[in-house]
C-alpha cells in the first residue's frame, strides 16, 4: 500500500505558476504508476495528468497540453505538477492518485476509479 499526501495548492494570479507536490509513503513508490486529477465545485473529478512507473512515459488532458508537466523523483517518493499559465478555470482541488499495475513506458490512466489509491487534496484558486 502508498499513502498519498498533496502539498502546494493556493490562491494564485491568473497567469501565475504554481507547483504541486504528492509526497507517497512506503518503500515502492517507484512501482506505482501515477496521476493528477481535480475536480471543481459542482463537476466530477476530471483527469489531468499521469507518467508511468519510471517517468519514462506521460499523459496530458488536451485542456492542460503545453501548460503542465508531470514529473517524479523516485528516490524522494515524490509526484510533481508544475502548473503554468494558469487560467480562471482551472480552479479546482487537485488530487494526486496512485495505480499499483506498474509500467516504465505506459503511463497511468484517465480513468480515477482505476486507481486504488488517493490523497485527500489541495486546493488551488485561479483569480482572473
Known amino acids: 500500500q502508498v499513502q498519498l499526501v498533496e502539498f502546494g495548492g493556493r490562491l494564485v494570479q491568473a497567469g501565475g505558476s504554481l507547483r504541486l507536490s504528492c509526497s507517497a509513503s512506503?518503500?515502492?513508490?517507484?512501482?506505482?504508476?501515477m496521476g493528477w486529477f481535480r475536480q471543481a465545485p459542482g463537476k466530477e473529478r476530471e483527469f489531468v495528468a499521469s507518467i508511468s512507473s519510471d517517468g519514462g512515459g506521460t499523459d496530458y488532458a488536451d485542456s492542460v497540453k503545453g501548460r503542465f508537466t508531470i514529473s517524479r523523483d523516485n528516490a524522494k517518493n515524490t509526484l510533481y505538477l508544475q502548473m503554468d499559465s494558469l487560467k480562471p478555470e482551472d480552479t479546482a482541488v487537485y488530487y494526486c492518485?496512485?495505480?499499483?499495475?506498474?509500467?516504465?513506458?505506459?503511463?497511468?490512466?484517465?480513468?480515477?476509479?482505476?486507481?486504488?489509491?488517493w490523497g485527500q487534496g489541495t486546493q488551488v484558486t485561479v483569480s482572473s
Open positions: 512506503g518503500r515502492t513508490f517507484n512501482y506505482y504508476r
Open positions: 492518485a496512485g495505480d499499483s499495475r506498474p509500467s516504465i513506458w505506459s503511463p497511468g490512466p484517465r480513468t480515477a476509479s482505476e486507481y486504488a489509491y
